[in-house]
């Protein structure tokens, strides 16, 4: 297993990390004082390994982005909140695989940030961690970002710094596969996010008021129970009480649904009294990119008077598969296609657990608009999670016995709030050695009562039962989900839950490649 790394000597050199997950401060490799057993973020192998992603005939794709506080109206409300826009998500970037991407960041927020490239198997300098792959971006700065992507799909792009995912950050990044063939008449890009900042309250309060009340909820008037563990003690038999009034969580689905009971939920940009609407003819066959960019929500995501064929999870195709709903936990991906019928048909994303919902509208032909709080039958019906889909053939990774095995105990505890891996929270954890070309498996064994959609970067893996090709997947309470992957990007990338909040409390993990 190679010598004993512990996370200070990996990150030796690091000055003024703020939180435990250590957003901030100098990058280890900048200053030279990283670990020379292991392969640094910029180092030749990394270079060389990006080279040969390049396709013939790729281009070099332009982009710029401009995080800043900005003024949103979401369909009534008007917040103040950061973006990359003045209308919610940031542009959409657009490529086809092979391409080189360059994306100049202008940074006007009042204070640091950075981009990560949720999904890419990217170089491992341009990942957008800071303090593990590059400094910060301060306030007032500038970061370009270049990188080859090299595997079509949906994919999304966010700040790695501290919660500031839980505002309006984030963006659709599509790479296009240059030899599909688009049997679909339309494309509609769907964002689904849980929304806090400028009601009150910032994502920052809430953090802070998690961790003051011990984990017992975000309790400034929207509270919710946190199934973690109660100094060490299960907390499986208190997952069903509320606590003077709080909402209860719950999903029989996924367990724990979340900490933050959220005053809107919306569909790109949109709350449910003034929905956006998404135009077509009867007959058409549209493809709809589903994105779930919230930070402590899962989805339940149905249209109304539809089934959905589910074609692609996180990117990569699976065998197609029919559904009345799905589930998308924080940070996954799925693309459907849909038959379109003629009328006015509502497309709801529930939130999972939760008392709420998001809504957008489809409509092809005359009708009424259906009530915000409108629950189509099919949300009850047939529900499928992507993790236990089947893999298409032509990305399913060939059967090899793993060189090498982790396995990831996901804990939490609510006095204080605080969530784990191996027992460790990410400051004081012993990053997860690999070598390349290795053969791994990663098992993670959720311990909480808490769903937990854990995401690795710079890879895919391949979820052990159905092969679903896939870089974020739920693990509910009390289930160990397997799956493997190939060594083939060097460099040093973080594994952590999506739920924005466990893994700034904690739960990360370094997965490092020894030189």
């Known amino acids: 297993m190679g010598p004993t790394i512990t996370r200070r000597r990996l990150l030796a050199g690091i000055a003024g990390t703020v939180g435990v997950a250590g957003t901030a401060g100098a990058a280890a490799w900048a200053g030279g004082a990283f670990d020379a057993r292991l392969v640094a973020p910029n180092g030749g192998l990394v270079a060389r390994t990006e080279a040969a992603r390049r396709r013939a005939g790729s281009r070099t794709v332009s982009a710029t982005l401009n995080p800043r506080p900005v003024t949103l109206d979401l369909g009534g409300p008007t917040v103040s909140t950061w973006g990359y826009a003045d209308s919610g998500s940031g542009p959409l970037i657009r490529a086809r695989a092979g391409d080189l991407l360059r994306v100049e960041v202008t940074n006007s927020l009042p204070v640091s940030t ?212 799905l589930v998308l936990g924080m940070g996954e991906r799925a693309d459907v296609t849909v038959d379109l019928g003629d009328g006015v048909f509502p497309l709801v994303a529930a939130a999972e657990g939760k008392a709420g919902q998001a809504l957008a509208l489809v409509r092809t032909g005359p009708g009424g608009t259906p009530p915000s709080a409108v629950r189509p039958a099919e949300l009850d019906r047939r529900v499928l999670v992507t993790g236990a889909l089947d893999g298409a053939d032509a990305v399913t990774l060939d059967r090899r016995k793993p060189d090498r095995v982790h396995r990831l105990v996901l804990g939490g505890a609510m006095m204080p709030y605080r969530w784990t891996i191996n027992g460790a929270t990410f400051d004081k954890s012993e990053p997860l050695l690999v070598r390349q070309g290795e053969r791994v ?53 973080m594994t952590h839950c999506h739920n924005i909040y466990h893994a700034e409390t904690g739960m990360m993990i370094n997965l490092a490649y020894e030189a």
């Not at 493997?484 to 460099?491: L, R, T």
């Open 114 to 325: 950075s981009v990560h490239w949720h999904g890419i198997a990217l170089r491992n300098d341009m990942d957008g961690v800071p303090g593990l792959t590059q400094d910060p971006i301060p306030a007032g700065g500038r970061h370009t970002y270049e990188f080859t992507a090299p595997d079509p799909g949906t994919y999304f792009y966010h700040p790695h710094s501290g919660v500031q995912l839980d505002r309006a950050l984030y963006g659709v990044l599509v790479i296009d596969d240059p030899d599909e063939s688009g049997r679909y008449d339309e494309e509609w890009v769907v964002v689904l996010d849980d929304w806090v900042d400028g009601t009150g309250r910032t994502p920052d309060d809430v953090l802070a008021s998690l961790q003051s009340m011990g984990g017992h909820g975000d309790m400034n008037g929207r509270s919710g129970m946190n199934h973690g563990d109660m100094g060490g003690m299960p907390m499986g038999d208190m997952s069903g009480m509320t606590m003077d009034g709080m909402e209860t969580m719950v999903s029989p689905l996924l367990g724990g649904a979340g900490d933050v009971a959220y005053p809107h939920y919306l569909i790109n940009g949109r709350i449910p009294a003034a929905p956006a609407t998404m135009t077509g003819r009867p007959g058409q066959r549209v493809r709809i990119r589903l994105v779930n960019a919230a930070s402590d929500t899962g989805f339940r995501v149905a249209l109304g008077g539809h089934r959905l064929t589910v074609t692609h999870t996180d990117g990569f195709p699976v065998a197609p598969t029919v559904t009345d709903a």
């Open 441 to 493: 498996r990663l098992e993670f064994a959720n311990q909480t009562t808490m769903f937990h959609p854990m995401h690795l970067h710079g890879h895919t893996f391949a979820v052990i039962g159905g092969g679903a090709r896939k870089d974020t997947v739920i693990v509910t309470p009390n289930q160990t989900v397997t799956v493997d992957f190939d060594a083939d990007n060097p460099g040093q990338w």
